[in-house]
Structure formats: structure tokens, C-alpha cells
């Protein structure tokens, strides 16, 4: 964590009211910090601190008001552009001129992004995320399957009993942790189902590695710790690839395994494909499922609602990515040339940024769209993106989502926070909004049969 972040006095002041830009303002250097005309030109907003972190929305409301793009700075110094507003960001989202692939970054970017280092970075981040057509259809294709809606659904009921394993494990009354007890290890078990990693394998996975998704810059502090991760991580994913080599099945490790064999993947895209699926496969759902408690506790009508109509879940489940989406800010992406991008020139190689969560709550878009609404229609949200990065795991996420609130509410009756919802610390990540500690309380765990019984009466 860098010393702003520490700095409680460092959230950010939003310059378009007349206040001061705050401690992460500054003339900047190199092609990103001195660029910009329109709406992106001025000191850049800085993108930090735990204030900005625990609600940045009406930063992001002054913003889009303000403007479709803005210089902002991250915490690692950086200077990016960020997209607000909803057509903006599904433009920018569908703009075939921007690419993901890292080497598009001008020396700028690559000076201060709080990437991988090498030779990590060419070894594990050359997957979907930061790939271009042809490559990224390509290997996008090899993992369609897998997360299919029909197959999704066929997995439903052994997700449900995952689900329900880790709430039996609960204290039986009075409260407990919900990212400990639950959220931190239900994705992860239902993603090795999806993809076929072994038990054996399974218990090994150290939850740590997933923090290698909370990137930091080359100048902070914490990076030794950061990269000490990243060797774990990478180590464990040898191990993968050699179990699926001596016990081939039919499911989608070994079916990548066998695609590198073939000469379809490089051992560099075999390995960052199965980063991207252990580490963003489950990190992202872990922190969906604290900010949708978050919210609903802090509309206990809501929950309570929501508890006794169990038909609303799916409607229910999209409104609540919509209101406070976990994946906060899109990855980065690059002009090959000097572009405008809504009326804004944006230097070749400077970072763009999508902000989803501005996006999602833009009311031009969204009537009340501050108002927590659990049956909006329609409701074209952009939790999961848009375009050809649409995250592939959407169906699966879903499937989740439903099952994770649904079995919380219904199985933890007189669910409510357990101390002041004020003083949750969130997650210091660039891109992602959550929780490490949940706390709550609630009158009496039941089990799934009575949970059913109740909701009927």
C-alpha cells in the first residue's frame, strides 16, 4: 500500500466544484501527464485514498457531469485518461481503434503502470485480457465451452451444495465473518469444478496468490511482498500443467494443455490462461459477493424483500452489479496514434480507463439511478463489460451471485451488519472494489430444508 493510500487525509477533492485536486494533483511528466484538450485537460483527479475507495460515486457524478474523459492519477503516479458516462464508456468499450496488448504503452505508462515485472509479465500476462484479434479470438475460443450457459446450468445444483457445505460450517447463531467464512472460498470451489482442477491441487492454492490482481507500481513499498506472490503463484501453475499432462480429462485445464501441445498456444499463453482463470476467475466474484451484502444491509427493506420473494433473485442480482459493481475500472488500453476520444486528444500509448461503476450509475441512462431498484427493466448495465472483452465467465458469475445471496439470506434469517457499515475498510486494489471483513450477525443458522419451509410460508 503506498503512503497515500495509508493517509487518511488523502482522498480526493474534486477539482471541477473549485476544490483543491488534493495530494495526488501534480504537474506530472511524460506524454500522459501534460496532454489534453477538453474535458481531459487540468490536473489530474486523483484516484485514491480510503475515501475515494469506500464511496467514489459522487466523485464520479461531479466527473460525468463534467465530461466523458479525465485525466486521473493512481496511486503508483501514474496519469491515465478515465471514460465516465454510459455512452461514452460503451463507445470506448466497442472502439475498435483502442487495443489491450501491453506493448501499445508508451515508455511513460511503462515506467509507472502498476504491472507485472519481469519475467513475470511476459510469462503470465499474455492472456485474453491483453490480447488483440486475431490472437484474442483465437484463445477465446478455447474457453467458450466451458463457461456456456447450458453447461452453467447443468452445475447449478453441485454449486448449491457447495454453497450450503460452507454455510454449515457457520456458528450456529450469533454471527460470523462472511468474506472468511464464505466469499473468500466459494468461487474458488466452484471454479475448480468448472475447470477441472483436482482436489489434490485444490487444497494447495494459497487464497494470498489472488492479491497479485491488486497490483502495485514499481516504486511502492509493497512490491518485494507483491512479487513474492507472483513466484508462488507461478510455481503452482507448473504443477498444474504437469498433473494435466500424466492424468489428461475431458475438461478445460487439459484441454489447454493439449492446445499448447498442438502449437495453438505458446507455454507463455498456456500459463497466463490459467492465471487469468485461477486468479480473475474467482478475486472478482469474492468482492461482487461482499459489495451485493454490503448493499442490501444497508437496505434492510430491500434484503428482507428480497428474502421472501426468492423469483426476484436473477432481476434482483443484475441491479445490484449495476449499483456497485467490483469490477470498478476496466484494464488498460492503448491508441496505436494520437487519437480523439470524445472530443479529447489522447496520446498514443496513454492508458484509457473505463470507468464501469460511473457508467452504471449514469442517469441519462438509468432513471433514479442512485436509487437501489430490484426489479429495473430494462437494465443493460456494464458490470461485466461490452464488446469483444465481454468477460466470458458472465453465465457463471451469474450463477454465483444468485446462489451465494440466495442461500446467505434465506439460511442466515436476521441477517444484519454486526458493527457500523461506516468503518468497513476497502480494498486499497486500482481496479476493484470490496472487502477483506465482512461482519455480521444473524438469530440462527437453519439448514436448507428448513430455509425452504420458511420462505414458503
Known sequence: MTQSEQDPTASPRCPFTGAAAGAGAGTGAGAGAGAGTGAGAGEPVPLLGPAYKSDPYDLYRAMRESGPVHRVRFPSGIVAWLVTGYEAAHHTLNDPRLGKNHSLGNDYWRSLASIMPE?????????????????????????????????????RARFQ?????????????????????????????????????????????????????????????GRPLYEGRLRGLQSYIADVVAHKREHWSDDLLSRLVIAQERGELSKEELDSMIFQLLVAGQEPVTNQI????????????????????????????????????????????????????????????????????????????????????????????L???????????????????????????????????????????????????????????????????????????
Open 119 to 155: 519475467p513475470q509479465h511476459s510469462q503470465l500476462q499474455v492472456h485474453l485480457l491483453h490480447q488483440d484479434p486475431p490472437k484474442h479470438t483465437d484463445m477465446r475460443r478455447l474457453i467458450l465451452d466451458a463457461f456456456a450457459p447450458r453447461r452453467i446450468e447443468e452445475l
Open 383 to 457: 458490470a461485466f463489460g461490452h464488446g469483444i472483452h465481454f468477460c466470458p465467465g458472465a453465465a457463471l458469475a451469474r450463477a454465483e451471485l444468485q446462489i451465494a445471496i440466495g442461500t446467505l439470506l434465506t439460511r442466515l434469517p436476521g441477517l444484519r451488519p454486526a458493527g457500523e457499515l461506516s468503518e468497513l475498510v476497502w480494498i486499497p486494489a486500482v481496479l476493484a472494489r470490496g472487502v477483506n471483513q465482512l461482519p455480521v450477525a444473524y438469530d440462527k443458522r437453519i439448514r436448507p430444508s428448513r430455509a425452504a419451509e420458511s420462505l414458503s410460508r
Open 161 to 221: 451444495q457447495l454453497a450450503d457445505a460452507l454455510v454449515d460450517a457457520l456458528p450456529d447463531e450469533g454471527g460470523a465473518d462472511l468474506v472468511q467464512g464464505f466469499a473468500a472460498h466459494y468461487p474458488f470451489k466452484v471454479l475448480a469444478e468448472v475447470i477441472g482442477l483436482p482436489p489434490e491441487l485444490a487444497v494447495r492454492f494459497d487464497r494470498d496468490w489472488g492479491k497479485v490482481v491488486q497490483p502495485v507500481g514499481p516504486q511502492d513499498p
Open 290 to 381: 461482499t459489495t451485493m451484502l454490503i448493499t442490501l444491509l444497508r437496505h434492510p427493506d430491500q434484503l428482507a424483500r428480497l428474502r421472501h420473494e426468492p423469483a426476484l433473485l436473477p432481476r434482483a442480482i443484475e441491479e445490484l452489479l449495476r449499483y456497485d459493481s467490483a469490477f470498478e475500472l476496466t484494464t488498460w488500453r492503448f491508441f496505436a496514434e494520437d487519437s480523439e476520444l470524445h472530443g479529447t486528444r489522447v496520446p498514443a500509448g496513454d492508458s484509457v480507463i473505463v470507468s464501469l461503476c460511473a457508467a452504471n450509475r449514469d442517469p441519462e441512462q438509468f432513471p433514479d439511478a442512485d436509487t437501489l431498484d430490484l426489479e429495473r427493466t430494462p437494465n443493460s448495465h
